[in-house]
């Protein structure tokens, strides 16, 4: 798994109402991403991070912010939710592999936004 | 920018016939292409990766896929389904990101049952 642990793993909460959700690595990995994982959507990117407090968007990131403050924990938060935000999250970490980086995703966590 | 089209939201084969899961990918450049599973409940598993190397790539659990570059195809197979093979897959390709890390486009998807 990486050395990837997501908090929690599932979540009920209610519109309105701040979430955040926790992802932590072991293994001093550089780059960390979110997505989200829909029905007939495949995997979204929602953010990236390439460095402590260095963070981009990706395709699907109105509504999310991160932070990363240190290297080993990568936070998304919600900061209202939305029933639109009922989702799968996945956090990943990026190794090097051959001059790549590949993609190693940690167990997710499962929001209902109710 | 890069691309992925799976074919075929869902898949049934039966215990012991050969799977085979379609994957084309558009990309402007040369690309890197995966393929992961997902069992129920649980992240994303690496299955295996074309990195420009040998264009017929083995993975684990005796999937393997061939890169195509004039069909722009990366399908994968197995020649005799087990039970266990029962999860959902997903095609990715990669691209750069504006700070130079590998982004991961994913497909929608293709969940996979085997009938016994």
């Known amino acids: 798994d990486a050395g990837i642990t997501q908090s929690p793993r599932h979540k009920v909460t209610e519109t309105g109402t701040p979430v955040t959700l926790r992802c932590h690595q072991t293994?001093?990995?550089?780059?960390m991403y979110w997505y989200r994982q829909d029905p007939g959507h495949g995997l979204r990117l929602i953010h990236y991070?390439?460095?402590?407090?260095?963070?981009d968007k990706g395709e699907v990131s109105d509504g999310y912010s991160v932070s990363r403050s240190k290297t080993e924990d990568f936070l998304l938060t919600l900061e209202s939710a939305t029933s639109s935000q009922t989702s799968v999250y996945f956090c990943?970490?990026?190794?090097?592999?051959?001059?790549?980086?590949?993609?190693?995703f940690g167990a997710g966590t499962r929001l209902s936004v109710l | 920018a890069q691309s992925v089209t799976q074919l075929g939201s869902h898949v049934s084969v039966s215990e012991g016939a050969l799977v085979l899961l379609r994957c084309n990918y558009s990309?402007?450049?040369?690309?890197?292409l995966f393929w992961y599973v997902q069992y129920p409940n649980q992240g994303l598993q690496l299955l295996l990766k074309?990195?420009?190397?040998?264009?017929l790539v083995k993975g684990i659990n005796g999937f393997e896929a061939e890169f195509k570059k004039s069909e722009t195809s990366f399908h994968l197979t197995k020649p005799s389904a087990h039970m266990s093979d029962a999860a959902e897959y997903f095609c990715?390709?990669?691209?750069?990101?504006?700070?130079?890390?590998?982004?991961?486009?994913f497909g929608t998807g293709t969940r996979l049952t085997i009938i016994p």
């Open positions: 991070s390439y460095g402590v407090k260095d963070t």
């Open positions: 990715a390709v990669s691209g750069k990101s504006n700070f130079g890390n590998e982004k991961l486009t």
């Open positions: 293994e001093n990995h550089r780059y």
């Open positions: 074309y990195t420009s190397a040998a264009t």
């Open positions: 990309s402007s450049v040369p690309p890197y």
């Open positions: 990943a970490i990026s190794e090097s592999w051959g001059g790549k980086n590949i993609q190693y």
